[in-house]
C-alpha cells in the first residue's frame, strides 16, 4: 500500500465517522423572526401598530397636582388640638390639594365604513375635603364643627367608541362639546356654570368636509333629577362652520323629563397668531328643572381671551354672568417649564348675588 491510497482511506473513514455522528447531533430551529413594533404616523404623533394588527394605539396621559386657596379654592378645618381636647370649634383656613393620575388608551384602525375608533381616559385621585360633624354632647348638643380629611377616588372619565361619524360613549355631554366647552383657564366654571355633565350618548356626526359639520344625538341625563325616567332620551342637536378666522357654533338640548328646551351659541375669533378672543351665550330656563339650562335666570354669557406670549407661556382670562346676578372671573398664566411639564398659577374671583369671595389655584402637570 503506498502512501497516496493511505491518505485516502483515511479521509474516507473520517467522511463516514462526521455522517454517523452528523445523524446523531441534535438540530438547533431557526427562530422565528422578531416583529418588532412599527411607528405609525396615519393619525399623528404617538400613535404604533399592535403587533400582528393593522390597529394604531397611543398611550398617554397625565399626573396632576392642584393646589386651591381663599374662599373659592380652600377648605375649612377644625383645629385639631381643641378638637380632641373636646373645646369648641375653632375654625381655620387651610389649603385644598389634589393629585391626580390619568391614563389615556387611543386606539384607531380604518374600515370600509370609516376610522374605527376606541378610547378610554381613566384616573385615580386623592383629594382633601372638608365637611362638618355634630360633636354635640348631652351637655351641648348644638356644638357642631367644620372638618377636614383625605380621600381617595377612581373614576372612569371618558369611554367613547366612534365608527365614521357614530359614536357611542359614557362622556361629556353634547351639550358642552358641541360649543367647545368654555375657556382656557383652569377653573372654567367659576361664578356660571356652563355644563350638565358626563352621561351616557349616542350621536352621528354629518361632516361636510368644508368646516361645516352637524350632530344630532340622544343623552341618557345623569343624577336623581336628571337621569330620563322612561324611554324618551334627551335630545341635543347642533352645528358648526370652522374656517382660517375662527368658528362659530351652536346647540339645542331637550329635556324629555320636564319638557324643557336650552340653547347656547358660540363666537370664536383668530385676531392673529397670538391672539384669539371668544364669547359664548346661553338662553333657557334656569330657574324651572332643566338638564340644559345650568345657569340662574332666563340666559347667561361667557367670554375670555388668550394670549400666547411666546412658545412657553400663554394668559388665559375668562368671565361669566347671568340673570341671577352671579359673576365670575378667572386670569392665569400657563407656562411650559421644560416640554412635558407646566405650571399653572391662576386667580378666581365670584360674586353670588352679593355674596363674594376670591381664591388661588396652582398646577402642576407632568403630561406623556
Given at each position: 500500500?503506498?502512501?497516496?491510497?493511505?491518505?485516502?482511506?483515511?479521509?474516507?473513514?473520517?467522511?463516514?465517522?462526521?455522517?454517523?455522528?452528523?445523524?446523531?447531533?441534535?438540530?438547533?430551529?431557526?427562530?422565528?423572526?422578531?416583529?418588532?413594533?412599527?411607528?405609525?404616523?396615519?393619525?399623528?404623533?404617538?400613535?404604533?401598530?399592535?403587533?400582528?394588527?393593522?390597529?394604531?394605539?397611543?398611550v398617554g396621559g397625565?399626573?396632576?397636582?392642584?393646589?386651591?386657596?381663599?374662599?373659592?379654592?380652600?377648605?375649612?378645618?377644625?383645629?385639631?388640638?381643641?378638637?380632641?381636647?373636646?373645646?369648641?370649634?375653632?375654625?381655620?383656613?387651610?389649603?385644598?390639594?389634589?393629585?391626580?393620575?390619568?391614563?389615556?388608551?387611543?386606539?384607531?384602525?380604518?374600515?370600509?365604513?370609516?376610522?374605527?375608533?376606541?378610547?378610554?381616559?381613566?384616573?385615580?385621585?386623592?383629594?382633601?375635603?372638608?365637611?362638618?360633624?355634630?360633636?354635640?354632647?348631652?351637655?351641648?348638643?348644638?356644638?357642631?364643627?367644620?372638618?377636614?380629611?383625605?380621600?381617595?377616588?377612581?373614576?372612569?372619565?371618558?369611554?367613547?367608541?366612534?365608527?365614521?361619524?357614530?359614536?357611542?360613549?359614557?362622556?361629556?355631554?353634547?351639550?358642552?362639546?358641541?360649543?367647545?366647552?368654555?375657556?382656557?383657564?383652569?377653573?372654567?366654571?367659576?361664578?356660571?356654570?356652563?355644563?350638565?355633565?358626563?352621561?351616557?350618548?349616542?350621536?352621528?356626526?354629518?361632516?361636510?368636509?368644508?368646516?361645516?359639520?352637524?350632530?344630532?344625538?340622544?343623552?341618557?341625563?345623569?343624577?336623581?333629577?336628571?337621569?330620563?325616567?322612561?324611554?324618551?332620551?334627551?335630545?341635543?342637536?347642533?352645528?358648526?362652520?370652522?374656517?382660517?378666522?375662527?368658528?362659530?357654533?351652536?346647540?339645542?338640548?331637550?329635556?324629555?323629563?320636564?319638557?324643557?328646551?336650552?340653547?347656547?351659541?358660540?363666537?370664536?375669533?383668530?385676531?392673529?397668531?397670538?391672539?384669539?378672543?371668544?364669547?359664548?351665550?346661553?338662553?333657557?330656563?334656569?330657574?324651572?328643572?332643566n338638564y340644559y339650562?345650568?345657569?340662574?335666570?332666563?340666559?347667561?354669557?361667557?367670554?375670555?381671551?388668550?394670549?400666547?406670549?411666546?412658545?412657553?407661556?400663554?394668559?388665559?382670562?375668562?368671565?361669566?354672568?347671568?340673570?341671577?346676578?352671579?359673576?365670575?372671573?378667572?386670569?392665569?398664566?400657563?407656562?411650559?417649564?421644560?416640554?412635558?411639564?407646566?405650571?399653572?398659577?391662576?386667580?378666581?374671583y365670584v360674586d353670588?348675588?352679593?355674596?363674594?369671595?376670591?381664591?388661588?389655584?396652582?398646577?402642576?402637570?407632568?403630561?406623556?
Open positions: 500500500m503506498n502512501i497516496k491510497s493511505l491518505l485516502l482511506g483515511s479521509a474516507a473513514a473520517l467522511v463516514a465517522v462526521s455522517g454517523a455522528r452528523a445523524a446523531d447531533a441534535i438540530v438547533v430551529a431557526e427562530p422565528e423572526p422578531a416583529e418588532y413594533v412599527r411607528i405609525c404616523d396615519v393619525y399623528g404623533a404617538g400613535y404604533f401598530y399592535i403587533p400582528g394588527t393593522e390597529t394604531c394605539l397611543k397625565y399626573l396632576r397636582y392642584d393646589i386651591g386657596i381663599g374662599d373659592n379654592h380652600g377648605l375649612k378645618s377644625l383645629d385639631k388640638e381643641d378638637y380632641f381636647n373636646g373645646v369648641a370649634a375653632d375654625i381655620n383656613d387651610t389649603y385644598f390639594k389634589r393629585m391626580r393620575a390619568q391614563l389615556t388608551f387611543d386606539a384607531r384602525s380604518e374600515t370600509e365604513y370609516g376610522t374605527l375608533r376606541g378610547y378610554i381616559a381613566t384616573y385615580y385621585q386623592r383629594d382633601s375635603v372638608s365637611g362638618t360633624y355634630n360633636f354635640g354632647t348631652v351637655a351641648d348638643p348644638d356644638l357642631v364643627g367644620p372638618w377636614s380629611s383625605t380621600e381617595s377616588s377612581w373614576a372612569l372619565e371618558h369611554a367613547i367608541i366612534q365608527l365614521g361619524g357614530l359614536t357611542i360613549a359614557y362622556t361629556d355631554s353634547l351639550f358642552e362639546t358641541l360649543t367647545d366647552s368654555a375657556g382656557t383657564v383652569i377653573n372654567d366654571d367659576i361664578g356660571v356654570n356652563y355644563t350638565p355633565g358626563k352621561t351616557h350618548l349616542i350621536a352621528y356626526t354629518f361632516d361636510a368636509g368644508n368646516g361645516f359639520s352637524a350632530t344630532i344625538g340622544v343623552e341618557e341625563g345623569s343624577g336623581v333629577l336628571y337621569t330620563i325616567d322612561s324611554y324618551v332620551p334627551h335630545v341635543v342637536a347642533g352645528a358648526s362652520f370652522t374656517q382660517g378666522w375662527g368658528k362659530i357654533s351652536g346647540v339645542i338640548g331637550y329635556d324629555s323629563n320636564y319638557g324643557e328646551v336650552a340653547g347656547k351659541v358660540r363666537l370664536d375669533v383668530n385676531v392673529n397668531d397670538a391672539l384669539t378672543l371668544w364669547v359664548m351665550g346661553g338662553i333657557g330656563d334656569g330657574n324651572e328643572l339650562a345650568v345657569w340662574e335666570g332666563d340666559w347667561a354669557v361667557w367670554g375670555g381671551a388668550q394670549y400666547r406670549v411666546n412658545e412657553k407661556a400663554s394668559l388665559d382670562l375668562q368671565l361669566a354672568y347671568d340673570d341671577g346676578d352671579n359673576f365670575g372671573a378667572a386670569v392665569g398664566v400657563n407656562y411650559q417649564l421644560v416640554p412635558g411639564f407646566n405650571i399653572r398659577p391662576e386667580v378666581t353670588y348675588d352679593g355674596d363674594d369671595g376670591w381664591g388661588g389655584y396652582l398646577r402642576f402637570q407632568r403630561s406623556f
